[in-house]
């Protein structure tokens, strides 16, 4: 009979590349937890073989970038724990605002993974594969030597680039919303929130008459426990103190962004060996210099006498904060303001800036206190709807910038998810690859216009837009629906998330194609043509309505949806933005919390100008 050891022994008398392919069906949890069996198993198991195997599995990157990310962390390992991380994040993200679209696409950078927002905008004559994309940067999760993560929010303020610094929380496995939220910590005094004198005295005198009848709508669970983390969430704040909560924490961790004309994020194409090589060398330095910016803080800092390691930048002494509003002009960055303007409020004292803080937050204005019963007799369902932000705040002296990756159940229509018009959020689509009886799903770009995007003489440049083509049952039968979700028009034609057509894929179309050549004048060969319905103009904006319409699949990867009585032609392709950004060109990115997620309602383009 075997000894009880003899399965451990046969384990360890492997050939490393052997092991490597045995725990290539394991789980980077699994392989830790190897590890844990014995003192050898772990030594086989912490071996840089197994773990690139692990990382190559993940597949954020390809296996040939491994090697170079390798170069700037502490292994293999630590690679996978950083790349398991972001793992979940790596897709397309859209918000409903603005119109036009608003599309997020997360893709590896070095070392990190970048989110760019791709900027609604007009085709070059030199068609989609050639013509630069505009983009800009909207966050960045960059590794440090350990595998750990560190936040990047980016943002733009009075014509100067900016970082905003903060914390990765623990990503969902299957997350398909992305918050920009800010989260109370403990850095001394036993987790006591740091008041001034003042401040407390104010405190005191505007909320002990609200507080007691305030938390009668708040379960004990709910109120401050002196944990690291908040025991009142975020999202339970009212939308008006999220934002100042935003607006607060990125005014006070922002660094300067160093020579950010020159600035790339990630390596271009890999073509000239030597451009390449000099794009890693570059992406290093910048690297480094974005983990030491994390650690020491400050602006442009310098390194021969730089701030105290100890402190953490991405952490705002609240006492700090509440000085810099009182002796401050009050400047504040428009939550929404396009291309970079500000707005200025006049110059509060500590006193004076809470007192009006205070009536905001809780409703004090001149119509409620006309209503003294209804305060005195009940609290208003919002009170009952909405944690205080006294007792948020009460859970730490330090409150910090986070991106919170989490795992919500929303409604869709037509593929296009629900979204919250009051959270700071993106929304993950669930771009499917293309399989058998669903060839044409995936990711789609065009214009209207036949030949392809070619310009002409009265219309130079052609609006590109972006199709996210998915599939459902309808009545037995298997229909494709293209959801536009970016519109390169100068001012919006069709509702952001709305069907651009429909096609019956189970129903052929017997209707011909109107042309007999593409633009090189090359014959047309129609491999399948199916019947549908295209959106019409001239209905109503939301709810457009539909025409009749007929869906062509043309040899050498082409989709064209012709409008019968029209005549009018989508012509698309399929497209592969990773490729597209690495060859596109960076544009300017909004104020931050703008540029994370824009709120207000629009119907032009607020990204950037034509």
């Given at each position: 009979m075997l000894s009880d050891g003899s399965g451990s022994s046969l384990l360890q008398a492997l050939p490393d590349d052997i092991f490597a392919i045995i725990t290539a069906s394991l789980s980077p949890r699994d392989v830790c937890n190897l590890g844990l069996c014995c003192r050898s198993l772990s030594a086989i198991a912490a071996?840089?073989?197994?773990?690139?195997?692990?990382?190559?599995?993940?597949?954020?990157?390809p296996s040939r970038d491994l090697?170079?990310?390798?170069?700037?962390?502490?292994?293999?390992?630590?690679?996978?724990?950083?790349?398991?991380?972001?793992?979940p994040l790596i897709g397309i993200w859209v918000h409903q605002n603005p119109e036009l679209g608003n599309v997020v696409y997360v893709m590896p950078g070095f070392i990190s993974v970048v989110g760019c927002r791709v900027i609604p905008q007009e085709l070059g004559p030199l068609g989609i594969e050639d013509s630069p994309i505009l983009w800009a940067p909207v966050f960045e999760i960059v590794a440090d030597f350990d595998g750990s993560s560190a936040f990047f929010l980016h943002g733009r303020e009075r014509e100067t680039d900016y970082f905003y610094p903060g914390s990765l929380k623990s990503v969902d496995r299957t997350c398909n919303v992305l918050l920009l939220e800010v989260e109370p910590r403990n850095q001394r005094n036993g987790g006591k929130l740091v008041l001034g004198k003042r401040f407390a005295h104010h405190l005191d005198k505007e909320l002990s008459r609200r507080i007691s009848r305030s938390d009668s709508g708040i379960s004990k669970s709910q109120r401050i426990v002196g944990q690291n983390v908040s025991s009142v969430p975020f999202s339970r704040l009212a939308f008006g103190d999220r934002r100042k909560l935003l607006e607060i924490v990125?005014?006070?961790?922002?660094?300067?962004?160093?020579?950010?004309?020159?600035?790339?994020?990630?390596?271009?194409?890999?073509g000239e060996e030597e451009n390449f090589?000099?794009?890693?060398?570059?992406?290093?330095?910048?690297?480094?210099?974005?983990?030491?910016?994390?650690?020491?803080?400050?602006?442009?800092?310098?390194?021969?006498s730089g701030p105290d390691p100890s402190q953490d930048p991405a952490l705002s002494e609240l006492g700090e904060i509440r000085k810099n509003l009182g002796r401050s002009s009050g400047f504040r960055n428009s939550l929404n303001g396009d291309n970079g303007r500000t707005q200025c409020t006049k110059r509060r004292t500590i006193g004076g800036y809470f007192r009006a803080g205070v009536k905001q937050i809780?409703?004090?204005?001149?119509?409620?206190s006309s209503n003294r019963e209804f305060w005195e007799n009940g609290c208003s369902s919002s009170e009952n709807k909405h944690a205080q932000l006294h007792n948020f705040l009460q859970s730490g002296d330090t409150i910090a910038l986070t991106l919170c990756a989490s795992t919500v159940k929303l409604s869709s229509y037509r593929a296009w998810p629900s979204m919250h018009d009051s959270r700071f959020a993106l929304y993950k689509l669930p771009v499917r690859p293309?399989?058998?009886?669903?060839?044409?799903?995936?990711?789609?770009?065009?214009?209207?216009?036949?030949?392809?995007?070619?310009?002409?003489k009265d219309k130079p440049g052609k609006a590109l837009f972006f199709l996210f083509l998915s599939y459902e049952q309808f009545e037995g039968q298997r229909r494709l629906i293209a959801t536009k979700i970016l519109e390169g028009t100068h001012y919006v034609l069709h509702p952001n998330g709305s069907p651009m057509f429909i096609a019956n894929i189970d129903e052929p179309s017997l209707e011909p194609f109107p042309w007999a050549s593409d633009g090189d004048s090359l014959p047309i060969d129609v491999k399948h043509v199916f019947v549908g319905e295209g959106i019409a103009n001239g209905y109503g904006f939301r709810y457009p309505g539909s025409k009749p319409g007929s869906l062509f699949v043309i040899q050498g990867g082409l989709l064209a949806f012709i409008w019968k009585e029209s005549r009018a032609v989508l012509t698309l392709q399929r497209l592969n933005l990773l490729e597209l950004l690495k060859k596109g060109e960076r544009v300017p990115a909004l104020p931050p919390?703008?540029?994370?997620?824009?709120?207000?309602k629009s119907y032009s383009n607020v990204f950037a100008c034509f």
């Open positions: 071996s840089d073989k197994i773990w690139i195997t692990q990382c190559d599995m993940i597949g954020v990157i090697v170079e990310w390798r170069k700037g962390i502490a292994s293999y390992k630590a690679l996978c724990r950083f790349l398991v991380s972001v793992q990125t005014s006070q961790v922002r660094l300067k962004v160093p020579n950010s004309e020159n600035m790339i994020f990630f390596p271009r194409l890999r090589r000099r794009d890693m060398a570059h992406l290093c330095e910048r690297r480094s210099l974005l983990v030491q910016m994390y650690k020491l803080g400050g602006g442009c800092i310098d390194w021969k809780l409703g004090k204005s001149s119509l409620l293309p399989k058998a009886g669903q060839e044409y799903a995936g990711l789609w770009g065009g214009t209207f216009g036949w030949p392809p995007g070619k310009p002409t919390i703008a540029n994370f997620s824009y709120l207000t």
